[in-house]
C-alpha cells in the first residue's frame, strides 16, 4: 500500500535531493536521443530497402537480357 506523504510543519524545509534536476534532465536528454536514433535507423532501414530493390531489380534485367540473347544466339531467332 502506498505511504501517506508526511506533512511537514511550516518553517522546516522539507528534504530535497540536490540531484533529482540533474537525473530528470539526463533521463529526458537520454530518452530524446534514443527517440532521434530510432528515428535515423528507420530512414536508413528505408534507404536500404529501396537500394537492395533497385539493385535486385536491375540484376534480374540483367540476367534477363542475358538469357533472351543465349536464346536467340542458339536457335537462331
Given at each position: 500500500?502506498a505511504?501517506?506523504?508526511?506533512?511537514?510543519?511550516?518553517?522546516?524545509?522539507?528534504?530535497?535531493?540536490?540531484?533529482?534536476?540533474?537525473?530528470?534532465?539526463r533521463?529526458?536528454?537520454?530518452?530524446?536521443?534514443?527517440?532521434?536514433e530510432?528515428?535515423r535507423?528507420?530512414?536508413?532501414?528505408s534507404?536500404r530497402?529501396?537500394?537492395?530493390?533497385v539493385?535486385?531489380?536491375?540484376?534480374?534485367?540483367?540476367?534477363?537480357?542475358?538469357?533472351?540473347?543465349?536464346?536467340?544466339r542458339?536457335f537462331?531467332?
Amino acid at each position: 500500500m502506498a505511504e501517506r506523504v508526511r506533512e511537514v510543519p511550516s518553517g522546516e524545509v522539507p528534504p530535497v535531493d540536490p540531484d533529482a534536476v540533474d537525473r530528470a534532465y539526463r533521463l529526458h536528454r537520454a530518452r530524446r536521443r534514443a527517440r532521434l536514433e530510432r528515428r535515423r535507423a528507420t530512414k536508413r532501414a528505408s534507404l536500404r530497402f529501396w537500394v537492395v530493390l533497385v539493385v535486385l531489380l536491375a540484376a534480374s534485367v540483367f540476367l534477363a537480357v542475358t538469357i533472351w540473347r543465349e536464346v536467340e544466339r542458339l536457335f537462331g531467332l
